[in-house]
């Protein structure tokens, strides 16, 4: 069974920095990409970052470009999202996602999904 467990997120003011973790388990995925998606209130998810497994290629939304790192551990099958410079619209529900294959930003191409972690960024 394949589980996606995402942690490290919190409260944090404006300006800081949180890292997300997100633990796979139940397959091997050094055939997927890993990507971050989130979802502020009332708005729709949204791609955040991505990595592919195997090469360490790296993607990034422009909103975040610059401030956050997406990043894995092969060996401990983790992947990590540092943010940094955080602002109060960086606020939102961060998802954990896998996907078999190329890269997409979509969120409804993706296979698995973690139960997110929220962030709150005050100002």
């Known amino acids: 069974q394949v589980q996606l467990v995402e942690s490290g997120g919190g409260l944090v003011q404006a300006g800081g920095s949180l890292r997300l973790s997100c633990a796979a388990s139940?397959?091997?995925?050094?055939?997927?990409?890993m990507v971050w998606f989130r979802q502020a209130p009332g708005k729709e998810r949204e791609f955040v970052a991505g990595i592919s497994w195997t090469g360490g290629r790296t993607y990034y939304a422009d909103s975040v470009k610059g401030r956050f790192t997406i990043s894995r551990d092969s060996a401990k099958n983790t992947v990590y999202l540092q943010m940094n410079s955080l602002k109060p619209e960086d606020t939102a529900v961060y998802y954990c996602?896998?996907?078999?294959?190329?890269?997409?930003?979509?969120?409804?191409?993706?296979?698995?999904w973690g139960k997110g972690t929220l962030v709150t960024v005050s100002s």
């Open positions: 139940g397959r091997t995925f050094s055939s997927f990409v």
């Open positions: 996602a896998a996907k078999f294959g190329i890269m997409s930003y979509a969120s409804d191409a993706m296979d698995y």
